[in-house]
């Protein structure tokens, strides 16, 4: 979550004041694009080929909303149903994220991308609850991309405002408050309403990224620097887009 404001933010400021806009945009969408589209299209394609194969499905039908990294939309709006390559629509949302951020922060001078940042993220929870209010479902705030870009943007600026983060965040209690109350949260059926429930899952999960930030020295911070842990975050992508069309298969065999 803050890697990817803060590497927006970061490769943006290189590329301000010395190259035209467009390139410069171009050159930050293309190292995107390299780091993430071989894993992702290769992962689509075995899926695909797994799923028609061996398993008689039809994820060829749909394979332009997954092409273009649109599933998200195509799961709230058209099917409405969860699939063997459905999981990645987080992974849209993040596209998403680039496509739409990128432009913004590259247009506006560095020194304001704390309080851009800011601006985004209030945008962002005043349309859950205008969508909410207009009759959305939980379905669609969950795929939407305003609830996982809330996220990111609550992250990133803890991110670009780490050198001024007021001391108690670093306490234990927050810590403690944070992972106690996420599990909390996320329980079906409970009293509060949807926007309301995610809006403090991401007050929550920016408490314990500010804990985290504040407190490198902390035991949490070791065990997440451990050799296992960081091999897993090497390979954490990879992993993610294969985890379930894997186990679909190794599930129906």
Same mark, same amino acid.
């Given at each position: +979550?803050?890697?990817?404001?803060?590497?927006?933010s970061r490769l943006i400021k290189l590329e301000q004041g010395r190259?035209?806009? +467009?390139?410069?945009l171009l050159h930050f969408w293309t190292r995107r694009a390299l780091r993430i589209f071989p894993a992702y299209y290769l992962g689509l394609a075995l899926t695909i080929l797994i799923d028609a194969v061996l398993l008689g499905g039809h994820?060829?039908?749909?394979a332009l909303w997954y092409l273009s990294y649109l599933q998200n939309f195509f799961i709230a709006l058209v099917s409405h149903t969860w699939g063997i390559f459905t999981h990645t629509w987080s992974l849209a949302v993040e596209q998403q994220f680039y496509i739409l951020l990128a432009p913004m922060l590259l247009a506006i001078p560095a020194r304001?991308? /704390?309080? /851009?940042? &800011? &601006?985004? %993220? /209030?945008?962002?929870v005043a349309t859950l609850f205008?969508?909410?209010g &207009?009759?959305?479902?939980?379905?669609?705030?969950? &795929? %939407?991309?305003?609830?996982?870009?809330? %996220?990111?943007l609550g992250g990133g600026f803890i991110a670009l405002n780490r050198n001024r983060l007021p001391p108690f965040l670093g306490r234990h209690w927050v810590m403690a408050l944070s992972l106690l109350s996420m599990p909390i949260l996320v329980l079906p059926h409970g009293p509060l309403a949807i926007p309301v429930k995610y809006s403090l899952l991401i007050l929550a999960a920016c408490l314990l990224i500010a804990y985290l930030v504040t407190r490198p020295d902390s035991p949490l911070v070791r065990l997440l620097e451990t050799p296992p842990l960081v091999f897993l975050g090497n390979i954490s992508y990879s992993l993610y887009i294969l985890h379930y069309p894997l186990k679909v298969l190794l599930s129906d065999r």
């Open positions: +979550v803050i890697g990817r404001v803060q590497d927006c190259t035209r806009y +467009v390139r410069a994820l060829y039908r749909d304001h991308h /704390a309080r /851009a940042v &800011l &601006l985004l %993220f /209030a945008i962002c205008a969508l909410w &207009l009759g959305a479902g939980e379905g669609e705030l969950y &795929l %939407f991309p305003f609830t996982g870009i809330g %996220f990111a």
